[in-house]
């Protein structure tokens, strides 16, 4: 039965990541690359002069490399699934699939190399491709938060420590705490795009053993070699020493950055959650979206749900990881394989669909003024109290008198709000009353911009010295819009 539906289907690829991410870390991609890793190398071999076993022949021949470079995309997954069923061996399967297909060349694919030469340098070359992708849309969100933080630099709201009333600060200003954690996370990952290095031409254990035999003990030419092929996949550098494989430290490292931003953005999606049940900040909503299939007046916050799940799934990959660079036995141990073909792909696609979240959310935040400020003003009496306390002072009345007073005045509003009977407003009514706040103006004192501190100036300077560099080294990725599959 050929039904698409009969079996588990991914949901990173169904529902949430892009079509190019998805793509990019498809079969047809990969060992699309391991035909290029077996061309580049064939084509450094001969370049370097590789001779046959007599000395003088040229052991790569012209029209072996033209017959390679004429194979790259025409894959037969079918014939490859044929013969990995009876090898047992996937990299063994695609060379004899590409193999039949270029029969001249037979002799010279993957010569001298391992298995990892395809494997681990086509993973490092979708490494690389995946993190520069995550860092332009990175800097997409980041540019969308800063652009909402600007407009809203002055929107006095409530602050919060401990989810209690605190201090005053702004829409804008809380903005840039968000995008600031994403800030620090693009660095994170621009460091390990930019760190990121080939795994060459090193042979089994990595001691290009079987390299120096074809070139007859030629360590110069070896050393060669290793440079040429990153050269010729588009790396300036290789590591300088590897086993089989390049350390897992590194998937560990990649990994750890991936989790930072699930981090900022599981956080990101909590705060918003949390205002969305305050009803100050809403997510975007469609026309026709239902919030629940019982409830039909519901109006949940899915986007930054959903992006909070994908952030702790970003969260729990690096555990894995480091299991598994923990556990590889000296040059190298297959239990490494299984599971990084499910958590690097993965790890990406999960990313990829959070910030497409993020973005869509970053673009479309509704700010509910008019509830945002019956907030303010039913704090505002309290926080206003030490304001009033000092003005108290300054006319002439004992510190400590003024405390007590103020103390007694808002425990008992406070009292009474609890009761039903009373609101914060009653603390100012009670206060004009009170003799030590004779002449003092108090509703001068109940200004919310007095309250913010340098909120709005802070969104500014952090704009100019974060944000516009960011948005210098990344233009081409800004002003797009993400729209999500469901």
């Known amino acids: 039965m050929n039904d698409p539906h009969l079996f588990y289907d991914n949901p990173l690829i169904t529902r949430y990541a892009s079509k190019a991410m998805a793509e990019r870390w498809g079969a047809r991609r990969k060992h699309s690359l391991w035909r290029r890793l077996w061309l580049a190398l064939a084509e450094a071999e001969q370049e370097l002069g590789l001779l046959a076993d007599d000395g003088k022949t040229p052991r790569i021949r012209p029209e072996q490399i033209a017959e390679l470079k004429a194979h790259l995309d025409d894959i037969d997954f079918e014939r490859a699934a044929f013969h990995e069923k009876r090898l047992r061996h996937d990299v063994m399967a695609h060379i004899h699939t590409l193999g039949e297909v270029a029969p001249t060349s037979r002799d010279i694919v993957h010569l001298g190399a391992t298995s990892c030469y395809v494997t681990d ?6 490494l690389r491709e995946s993190l520069d992708d995550l860092c332009g849309q990175l800097a997409a969100v980041i540019d969308a938060l ?3 933080a600007v407009r809203w630099k002055a929107e006095a709201t409530l602050g919060f420590t401990h989810f ?12 840039c705490l968000w995008c600031y954690d994403l800030v ?6 621009e460091l390990r795009r930019d760190g990121l290095k080939f795994r060459g031409a090193k042979g089994t254990t ?3 053993a079987s390299f120096l035999a074809l070139f007859h003990g030629d360590h110069d030419k070896v050393r060669r070699l290793d440079h040429l092929v990153a050269k010729k996949m588009g790396f300036a550098d290789v590591y300088p020493v590897t086993g089989q494989t390049y350390t897992r430290k590194i998937d560990t490292q990649v990994l750890d950055s991936l989790s930072g931003v699930g981090q900022s953005l599981h956080k990101w999606g909590s705060d918003l959650r949390l205002l969305a049940h305050r009803q100050e900040i809403d997510e975007p909503f469609e026309a026709e979206q239902v919030g629940s299939s019982a409830m039909a007046y519901k109006r949940n916050p ?4 959903r992006m909070c799940g994908l952030g702790r ?3 729990g990959q690096p555990a894995m990881a480091a299991d598994t660079a923990a556990t590889q036995w000296f040059e190298r141990t297959l239990d490494d394989s299984a599971i990084r073909r499910l958590y690097l792909p993965q790890a990406f696609l999960a990313a990829d669909g959070a910030l497409r979240l993020a973005l869509n959310i970053g673009g479309g935040l509704v700010v509910n003024s008019p509830v945002i400020a019956r907030g303010v003003a039913d704090a505002l009496p309290y926080m206003a109290t030490e304001n009033l306390m000092m003005a108290a002072v300054a006319k002439g009345h004992d510190r400590q008198e003024v405390h007590e007073s103020i103390r007694q005045h808002s425990h008992a509003v406070t009292a009474a709000m609890k009761q039903g009977t009373g609101t914060s407003r009653d603390l100012i009514t009670r206060l004009q009353a009170d003799p030590s706040f004779k002449g003092i103006d108090l509703a001068a004192e109940l200004q919310p911009s007095k309250y913010v501190g340098r909120s709005p100036e802070q969104v500014e300077e952090f704009v100019a010295q974060e944000i516009e560099p960011i948005r210098r080294r990344y233009g081409s990725h800004l002003g797009k819009k993400a729209e999500i599959a469901v």
Do not use: C, H, Y
């Not at 340098?121 to 979708?126: E, F, G, Q, S, T």
């Not at 899915?302 to 749900?305: C, L, Q, T």
């Open 121 to 126: 340098n086509a993973d490092l070359i979708l």
């Open 146 to 148: 800063a652009s909402f």
């Open 164 to 175: 209690q009333p605190a201090q005053l600060t702004t829409v804008g200003k809380r903005a």
């Open 184 to 189: 620090l996370d693009l660095n994170d990952l």
């Open 206 to 208: 990595g001691t290009q």
């Open 302 to 305: 899915m986007r930054a749900e």
């Open 313 to 315: 799934f970003l969260i």
